[in-house]
């Protein structure tokens, strides 16, 4: 931070590796969100037309949260520090919201939902609430704990970079691992309890899943707030900073006001490629479960099994897509230089997204064609079919890896140039 940095020398590699290590909880149920909850969602009646709106919960609160968060938590004064007590709430909202979402079924058959039926509103209601606390809370989460990371580099530019890419390989291994959960079809076997008269192995999957990242974030969360301590803000630190809380706003505002065209240019393509990838993130498993493999959400038992190993094909996807990406982001640098610059990388990798959103196209249809070939609407795909569909999973990691990266970098270089600060970008 600026004026209210409290941690004078570089931490310990080991206190920034703990801390790190929350992202790992943190990306373990985002990666579930992504490969699970879409296909979920319309098991509880919502349609599919519709569960798209559930996930505007994702760029609201981001757009509003974490400013709000991270303004508030520079200027705390718990006695536990600034940043601890943010990371402590998040992740007990996260467990809550996990628990409301896995155990939504249940819950609404006990509030009344008729089995029979196949819309369950009290489900439905319960699954929104914790979905939203559960974005919300993911927000109030990261954003501290990037923060105690810078906080404890104490702008050692070197040892930012090591906190940063400790970070990143702790996303990277909750992905993994959140997918390859997601993937396995027997992991209710290890809960018992989770399969119930209301849910059913593809639910009682989900519950399994959750309860695991429960168990990973608390650990990890409780190790760091436990053994990574914080000083409290100073009453010196408080009113230096207090006195420019009424600009925060006007910063912002400003900033906005003064950008030069090629960052408009930067914002504008980097706003594209979200609209191109956000379809594709949210029903992409969707897509396996039922356009790949034929099945139906609501159907008979076999289009109902079909559909669910089709979305378990998606989260295998999915992962090898975070492997990709990880294998990526290494090489990102070195490619950069090799091809004239991080732009005319971008510019390819965005050809490379537009070739393998349009193949889901091309593949649909041959799966499509396939079945009504063959009349085997309930039997998986051939593996030419299955295995182009897990290849366009794989290579979306490339571009995805530029996304999360060059566009960063960009901002940070023109606003550089611009002689403004790092903390707008």
Known sequence: MENGDIIQSPSPLRKIVTIAAIAAGIQFGWALQLSLLTPYVQTLGVPHTWAAFIWLCGPISGLLVQPIVGYNSDRCTSRFGRRRPFIAAGATFVSIAVFLIGFAKDMGHHAGDSLESPTKPRAVAIFVVGFWILDVANNMLQGPCRALLADLSANDHKKMRTANGWFSFFMAVGNVLGYAAGSYSHLYRI???????????????????????????????????????????????????????????????????????????????????????????????????????????????????????????????????????????????????????????????????????????????????????????????????????????????????VTFSIPFALASIYCSNAGGGQGKV
């Open 191 to 401: 809960f018992p309890f989770t399969r119930t008269k209301a849910c059913d192995v593809y639910c009682a999957n989900l519950k399994s899943c959750f309860t695991i990242d429960i168990m990973i974030l608390l650990l990890v969360t409780v190790t760091a707030v436990t053994t990574v301590k914080e000083d409290p803000l100073t009453k010196q630190v408080q009113e230096e900073e207090t006195k420019t809380q009424a600009a925060f706003v006007g910063e912002i505002v400003t900033a906005f006001k003064t950008l030069k065209k090629p960052m408009w240019i930067l914002l504008l393509v980097t706003c594209l490629n979200w609209i191109a990838w956000f379809p594709f993130l949210l029903f992409d498993t969707d897509w396996m479960g039922t356009e790949v493999y034929g099945g139906k959400v609501k159907g008979n038992a076999n289009q109902v099994k079909m559909y669910s190993d089709g979305v378990r094909a998606g989260a295998l996807g999915l992962m090898i897509n975070s492997i990709v990406l990880g294998l990526t982001s290494l090489a990102l640098e070195p490619v950069g230089r090799l091809i004239g610059g991080v732009k005319n990388l971008w510019a390819i990798v965005n050809f490379i997204l537009c070739a393998c959103l349009a193949s889901t196209v091309l593949i649909t249809k041959i799966a499509e064609a396939w079945r009504k070939h063959n009349g085997a609407d309930l039997v998986h795909p051939p593996l030419n079919i299955k295995g182009s569909a897990l290849a366009v999973f794989g290579l979306l990691g490339i571009p995805l890896a």
